[in-house]
Protein backbone atom coordinates (compact mmCIF):
# COMPACT_ATOMS: atom_id res chain seq x y z
CA UNK A 1 0.00 0.00 0.00
CA UNK A 2 1.24 3.58 -0.70
CA UNK A 3 2.61 5.98 1.96
CA UNK A 4 0.90 9.28 2.56
CA UNK A 5 4.00 11.35 3.43
CA UNK A 6 3.72 14.63 5.35
CA UNK A 7 6.29 16.92 4.21
CA UNK A 8 7.19 20.53 6.10
CA UNK A 9 9.19 22.95 4.81
CA UNK A 10 7.87 21.46 1.37
CA UNK A 11 8.39 24.96 -0.63
CA UNK A 12 11.97 25.29 -0.53
CA UNK A 13 15.17 23.88 -2.04
CA UNK A 14 14.89 20.36 -0.92
CA UNK A 15 11.17 20.04 -0.96
CA UNK A 16 10.59 21.12 -4.37
CA UNK A 17 13.24 18.79 -5.65
CA UNK A 18 11.59 16.08 -3.75
CA UNK A 19 8.34 16.51 -4.64
CA UNK A 20 8.83 16.08 -8.13
CA UNK A 21 11.11 13.13 -7.64
CA UNK A 22 8.45 11.24 -5.22
CA UNK A 23 5.86 12.35 -7.68
CA UNK A 24 7.62 10.91 -10.41
CA UNK A 25 7.14 7.60 -8.20
CA UNK A 26 3.68 7.72 -7.68
CA UNK A 27 4.27 8.53 -4.06
CA UNK A 28 0.96 10.54 -2.76
CA UNK A 29 2.87 14.03 -0.99
CA UNK A 30 1.11 16.22 1.46
CA UNK A 31 3.46 19.61 1.36
CA UNK A 32 3.32 22.13 4.15
CA UNK A 33 5.07 25.60 4.08
CA UNK A 34 4.22 29.18 5.25
CA UNK A 35 5.95 30.98 2.35
CA UNK A 36 3.02 31.48 0.22
CA UNK A 37 4.73 32.46 -3.06
CA UNK A 38 7.01 29.78 -3.09
CA UNK A 39 4.24 27.62 -2.17
CA UNK A 40 2.21 29.49 -5.09
CA UNK A 41 5.23 27.86 -7.36
CA UNK A 42 4.84 24.48 -6.46
CA UNK A 43 1.29 24.27 -6.77
CA UNK A 44 1.54 25.41 -9.98
CA UNK A 45 4.14 22.60 -10.69
CA UNK A 46 1.97 20.20 -9.06
CA UNK A 47 -1.40 20.86 -9.21
CA UNK A 48 -2.48 17.03 -8.01
CA UNK A 49 -0.35 17.41 -4.57
CA UNK A 50 -2.27 18.41 -1.26
CA UNK A 51 -0.74 21.98 0.25
CA UNK A 52 -1.21 23.60 3.28
CA UNK A 53 -0.17 27.27 3.87
CA UNK A 54 0.77 27.34 7.41
CA UNK A 55 3.09 28.11 10.00
CA UNK A 56 3.96 24.57 11.91
CA UNK A 57 4.92 26.81 15.08
CA UNK A 58 1.50 27.23 15.00
CA UNK A 59 -1.49 24.63 16.36
CA UNK A 60 -3.70 24.25 13.40
CA UNK A 61 -5.76 22.05 10.80
CA UNK A 62 -2.64 20.70 9.50
CA UNK A 63 -1.77 19.33 12.64
CA UNK A 64 -4.75 16.79 12.38
CA UNK A 65 -3.91 16.16 8.86
CA UNK A 66 0.09 15.40 9.88
CA UNK A 67 -1.62 12.51 12.24
CA UNK A 68 -3.19 10.70 9.14
CA UNK A 69 -0.29 10.67 7.54
CA UNK A 70 2.43 7.58 7.14
CA UNK A 71 5.42 9.21 6.92
CA UNK A 72 6.53 12.55 7.97
CA UNK A 73 9.55 14.19 6.28
CA UNK A 74 10.92 17.36 8.12
CA UNK A 75 12.70 20.00 6.05
CA UNK A 76 11.42 23.17 7.91
CA UNK A 77 14.77 25.57 8.85
CA UNK A 78 15.57 29.34 9.57
CA UNK A 79 18.52 29.21 7.17
CA UNK A 80 19.21 33.03 7.31
CA UNK A 81 18.46 36.06 9.29
CA UNK A 82 19.95 38.65 11.89
CA UNK A 83 17.69 38.07 14.86
CA UNK A 84 17.62 35.24 17.60
CA UNK A 85 13.83 35.03 17.89
CA UNK A 86 13.34 33.90 14.29
CA UNK A 87 15.73 30.80 14.23
CA UNK A 88 14.53 29.90 17.89
CA UNK A 89 10.94 29.87 16.41
CA UNK A 90 11.24 27.66 12.99
CA UNK A 91 13.94 25.73 14.34
CA UNK A 92 12.82 24.97 17.67
CA UNK A 93 9.73 25.94 18.37
CA UNK A 94 8.28 24.40 15.18
CA UNK A 95 9.80 21.36 15.86
CA UNK A 96 8.64 20.31 19.26
CA UNK A 97 4.77 21.27 17.52
CA UNK A 98 5.44 18.80 14.25
CA UNK A 99 6.97 15.84 16.40
CA UNK A 100 4.00 16.34 19.38
CA UNK A 101 1.46 15.94 16.49
CA UNK A 102 3.17 13.09 14.95
CA UNK A 103 3.36 11.15 18.00
CA UNK A 104 -0.02 11.57 18.38
CA UNK A 105 -1.16 10.11 14.86
CA UNK A 106 -0.08 7.37 13.02
CA UNK A 107 3.04 8.48 11.74
CA UNK A 108 5.16 5.37 11.61
CA UNK A 109 8.23 6.47 9.94
CA UNK A 110 10.53 10.19 10.58
CA UNK A 111 13.52 11.77 8.34
CA UNK A 112 14.76 14.64 9.28
CA UNK A 113 16.57 16.50 7.18
CA UNK A 114 19.35 18.03 9.52
CA UNK A 115 22.71 19.67 8.04
CA UNK A 116 26.77 18.86 8.49
CA UNK A 117 26.68 22.05 10.33
CA UNK A 118 26.32 20.15 13.30
CA UNK A 119 29.62 18.83 12.85
CA UNK A 120 30.77 22.37 11.79
CA UNK A 121 33.74 24.49 13.54
CA UNK A 122 31.23 27.36 12.56
CA UNK A 123 29.11 29.12 15.49
CA UNK A 124 26.09 30.89 14.70
CA UNK A 125 22.30 31.16 15.08
CA UNK A 126 21.50 28.35 12.33
CA UNK A 127 24.18 26.15 13.81
CA UNK A 128 22.98 26.57 17.09
CA UNK A 129 19.24 25.80 16.60
CA UNK A 130 20.01 23.13 14.12
CA UNK A 131 21.79 21.07 16.89
CA UNK A 132 19.02 21.71 19.21
CA UNK A 133 16.67 20.53 16.71
CA UNK A 134 18.74 17.30 15.89
CA UNK A 135 18.82 16.68 20.03
CA UNK A 136 14.61 17.19 19.35
CA UNK A 137 14.56 14.39 16.84
CA UNK A 138 16.92 12.19 18.68
CA UNK A 139 14.33 12.28 21.66
CA UNK A 140 11.57 11.02 19.65
CA UNK A 141 9.75 7.48 19.80
CA UNK A 142 9.13 6.98 16.24
CA UNK A 143 11.58 5.42 14.31
CA UNK A 144 13.82 7.99 12.56
CA UNK A 145 16.71 8.83 9.88
CA UNK A 146 18.95 12.25 10.62
CA UNK A 147 20.31 13.32 6.94
CA UNK A 148 23.40 15.68 7.71
CA UNK A 149 23.66 17.21 3.78
CA UNK A 150 26.69 19.72 3.23
CA UNK A 151 26.04 22.72 1.21
CA UNK A 152 22.88 21.72 -1.50
CA UNK A 153 22.79 22.57 -4.73
CA UNK A 154 20.22 22.27 -7.42
CA UNK A 155 17.01 23.74 -9.29
CA UNK A 156 14.55 26.27 -7.50
CA UNK A 157 17.68 27.30 -4.94
CA UNK A 158 17.55 30.55 -3.46
CA UNK A 159 20.10 30.96 -1.06
CA UNK A 160 23.02 29.25 -2.75
CA UNK A 161 24.92 28.54 -5.90
CA UNK A 162 21.08 29.99 -7.87
CA UNK A 163 21.44 33.34 -5.90
CA UNK A 164 25.29 33.03 -7.09
CA UNK A 165 24.79 32.49 -10.41
CA UNK A 166 21.63 34.88 -10.66
CA UNK A 167 24.06 37.58 -9.21
CA UNK A 168 26.61 36.76 -11.68
CA UNK A 169 24.14 37.70 -14.84
CA UNK A 170 23.38 40.75 -13.27
CA UNK A 171 26.83 42.20 -12.13
CA UNK A 172 29.95 42.77 -14.59
CA UNK A 173 32.10 41.90 -11.24
CA UNK A 174 31.56 39.02 -8.79
CA UNK A 175 33.51 39.96 -5.60
CA UNK A 176 35.64 36.95 -3.53
CA UNK A 177 36.79 37.27 -0.21
CA UNK A 178 40.09 36.47 0.38
CA UNK A 179 41.54 34.33 -1.90
CA UNK A 180 38.77 31.89 -2.33
CA UNK A 181 40.91 28.42 -1.56
CA UNK A 182 38.89 26.88 1.34
CA UNK A 183 37.67 23.53 0.33
CA UNK A 184 33.62 22.68 -0.37
CA UNK A 185 31.49 19.83 -1.34
CA UNK A 186 28.54 20.74 -3.21
CA UNK A 187 25.86 18.19 -2.87
CA UNK A 188 23.67 18.39 -5.57
CA UNK A 189 19.63 18.50 -4.75
CA UNK A 190 18.87 15.53 -7.29
CA UNK A 191 21.07 13.23 -5.28
CA UNK A 192 19.67 14.19 -2.09
CA UNK A 193 16.13 13.96 -3.13
CA UNK A 194 16.78 10.46 -4.47
CA UNK A 195 18.72 9.34 -0.99
CA UNK A 196 15.31 10.51 0.94
CA UNK A 197 13.42 8.53 -1.41
CA UNK A 198 15.25 5.09 -0.71
CA UNK A 199 15.10 6.35 3.07
CA UNK A 200 11.03 6.70 2.70
CA UNK A 201 10.96 3.30 0.54
CA UNK A 202 12.90 1.31 3.47
CA UNK A 203 12.15 2.97 6.58
CA UNK A 204 15.66 3.55 6.83
CA UNK A 205 16.90 4.68 10.16
CA UNK A 206 20.10 5.72 12.18
CA UNK A 207 22.16 9.00 11.26
CA UNK A 208 24.03 9.88 8.12
CA UNK A 209 26.63 12.48 7.34
CA UNK A 210 26.04 12.97 3.11
CA UNK A 211 28.53 14.87 1.48
CA UNK A 212 29.01 15.87 -1.95
CA UNK A 213 31.22 13.22 -3.40
CA UNK A 214 33.71 16.13 -5.17
CA UNK A 215 35.86 18.48 -3.10
CA UNK A 216 36.33 22.09 -4.89
CA UNK A 217 37.57 25.01 -3.71
CA UNK A 218 35.48 27.65 -3.70
CA UNK A 219 36.68 29.85 -6.34
CA UNK A 220 36.70 27.12 -8.45
CA UNK A 221 33.11 26.67 -7.64
CA UNK A 222 32.17 30.11 -8.70
CA UNK A 223 34.53 29.36 -11.72
CA UNK A 224 32.56 25.78 -12.81
CA UNK A 225 28.93 28.41 -12.54
CA UNK A 226 30.46 30.85 -14.69
CA UNK A 227 31.11 28.45 -17.34
CA UNK A 228 28.54 26.36 -17.04
CA UNK A 229 26.18 29.45 -17.03
CA UNK A 230 28.10 31.14 -19.92
CA UNK A 231 28.29 34.67 -18.21
CA UNK A 232 31.28 36.74 -18.33
CA UNK A 233 31.50 38.45 -15.02
CA UNK A 234 35.10 39.31 -13.64
CA UNK A 235 35.79 36.93 -10.44
CA UNK A 236 37.83 39.82 -8.09
CA UNK A 237 39.37 38.65 -4.88
CA UNK A 238 38.19 41.22 -1.65
CA UNK A 239 39.93 41.59 1.59
CA UNK A 240 37.93 39.94 4.25
CA UNK A 241 37.34 42.30 6.02
CA UNK A 242 36.50 44.60 3.29
CA UNK A 243 33.76 42.04 2.55
CA UNK A 244 32.64 41.56 5.68
CA UNK A 245 31.93 45.40 6.40
CA UNK A 246 29.95 45.84 3.15
CA UNK A 247 28.31 42.62 3.80
CA UNK A 248 27.32 44.34 7.78
CA UNK A 249 26.63 47.94 5.73
CA UNK A 250 24.25 45.97 3.61
CA UNK A 251 22.26 44.48 6.40
CA UNK A 252 21.26 47.79 7.73
CA UNK A 253 19.14 48.31 4.91
CA UNK A 254 17.68 45.03 4.02
CA UNK A 255 16.11 43.21 6.68
CA UNK A 256 16.56 39.67 5.36
CA UNK A 257 19.94 40.03 3.55
CA UNK A 258 20.81 36.81 1.35
CA UNK A 259 24.18 36.48 2.59
CA UNK A 260 25.41 37.88 6.14
CA UNK A 261 28.44 38.33 8.15
CA UNK A 262 27.44 34.80 9.94
CA UNK A 263 27.66 33.31 6.84
CA UNK A 264 30.82 34.68 5.48
CA UNK A 265 32.38 33.36 8.75
CA UNK A 266 31.27 29.92 8.07
CA UNK A 267 32.07 30.11 4.69
CA UNK A 268 36.13 30.65 5.07
CA UNK A 269 36.26 28.07 8.03
CA UNK A 270 38.75 25.34 5.65
CA UNK A 271 37.13 22.32 6.92
CA UNK A 272 36.07 18.99 4.88
CA UNK A 273 33.83 16.76 5.76
CA UNK A 274 33.98 12.85 5.54
CA UNK A 275 32.78 10.94 2.60
CA UNK A 276 30.25 7.73 2.98
CA UNK A 277 29.47 5.36 0.67
CA UNK A 278 25.96 6.97 0.25
CA UNK A 279 25.63 5.51 -3.56
CA UNK A 280 26.23 2.46 -2.60
CA UNK A 281 23.91 2.40 1.01
CA UNK A 282 21.24 4.08 -1.09
CA UNK A 283 21.57 2.82 -3.85
CA UNK A 284 22.07 6.04 -5.71
CA UNK A 285 23.87 6.81 -9.16
CA UNK A 286 25.91 9.90 -8.36
CA UNK A 287 25.82 12.94 -10.68
CA UNK A 288 28.69 14.22 -11.49
CA UNK A 289 29.63 17.79 -10.52
CA UNK A 290 29.59 19.45 -14.00
CA UNK A 291 26.62 17.82 -15.37
CA UNK A 292 24.70 18.98 -12.21
CA UNK A 293 25.41 22.23 -12.15
CA UNK A 294 24.58 22.16 -16.19
CA UNK A 295 21.09 20.34 -15.45
CA UNK A 296 20.66 23.01 -12.61
CA UNK A 297 21.66 26.36 -14.41
CA UNK A 298 20.08 25.35 -17.92
CA UNK A 299 16.91 22.96 -17.17
CA UNK A 300 14.39 24.67 -19.65
CA UNK A 301 11.66 23.64 -17.04
CA UNK A 302 12.91 24.80 -14.31
CA UNK A 303 16.35 26.64 -14.30
CA UNK A 304 14.59 30.37 -14.36
CA UNK A 305 12.54 29.38 -11.28
CA UNK A 306 13.33 31.62 -8.48
CA UNK A 307 11.62 31.24 -4.86
CA UNK A 308 12.02 34.32 -2.53
CA UNK A 309 13.75 34.43 0.86
Known amino acids: MSKRV?????????????????????TEVIGLDKHAHNLAILRTLHPEVELIEADCAEPGSWQQVLRGCDELLMLHA??????????????????????AAAADGRVS????????????AA??????????????????????VILRPTLMFGWFDRKHLG?????????????????????????????FAAIVASCVANATTGEYNISGLKQIDYIDLIRAIRRVSGTRTRIVRIPYSVFWLSLWIYALVDRDPPFTTDQLRALVIPEVFDVIDWPRLFNITPTPLEQALERTFNDPRFADVVLRF
Open 163 to 191: WLRRFMQRSPIFPVPGDGRYPRQPLYAGD
Open 123 to 144: QDLYVATKREQEALVKQSAIPH
Open 78 to 99: QIGGLHREEFVRNNVIATRRVL
Open 6 to 26: FITGAAGLVGQNLIAHLRAGG
Open 109 to 120: HLIHVSSSVINS
